[in-house]
């Protein structure tokens, strides 16, 4: 055998060394299962991550809280509050009765109390308008009820 050959020879064994070296410790190497591991405490992560996480959110936060009221009611104003609710609410339920025919459906017509007058207009198909205007300023609102 001339030296090139046992060169190739001896190159061939390394070769073979190799792979089979290789598929030994691709053997070796086993899979295993992966686990989820949470990083926020709320879910089971490391309590240590709290601060870190905090502080991060903190940083990006746009949101800005409103600015708290600068006056607050004193109980005078607050029971004159609930007194003019209490007073509108039955203003309301006075106004609702007039307007309301046998069965409490409402019927076509008008009513008027103190301030506002309230207009009942039949548009055809079982849709009622209802429009509501304030006497001293004139301003109105309406609404419709029934129909599709």
């Known amino acids: 055998m001339t030296p ?16 089979l070296l290789g598929v030994g410790a691709a053997n070796c190497a086993a899979a295993t299962e992966l ?22 959110a903190q940083a990006t936060n746009k ?4 600015a ?18 209490s007073v509108l609410s039955q203003l309301s339920a006075a106004a609702t009765s007039g307007i309301m025919g046998s069965g409490g ?11 506002f007058r309230i207009d009942i207009v039949d548009a055809g198909g079982g849709v009622l308008v209802i429009t509501t205007t304030d006497k001293s300023t004139g301003a109105s609102t309406s609404f419709q009820v029934g129909g599709q």
């Open 4 to 19: 090139i050959d046992n060169r190739r020879r001896a190159a061939g064994w390394a070769l073979a060394a190799l792979c």
């Open 35 to 56: 686990v989820y591991v949470p990083t926020n405490p709320a879910f089971g992560g490391n309590p240590l991550n709290a601060n870190g996480l905090l502080n991060a």
């Open 63 to 66: 949101h800005k809280e409103p």
């Open 68 to 85: 708290a009221a600068s006056t607050k009611q004193s109980s005078l104003e607050q029971f004159t509050d609930l007194l003019e609710r």
């Open 105 to 115: 459906k409402l019927r076509p017509g008008s009513v008027e109390t103190g301030n």
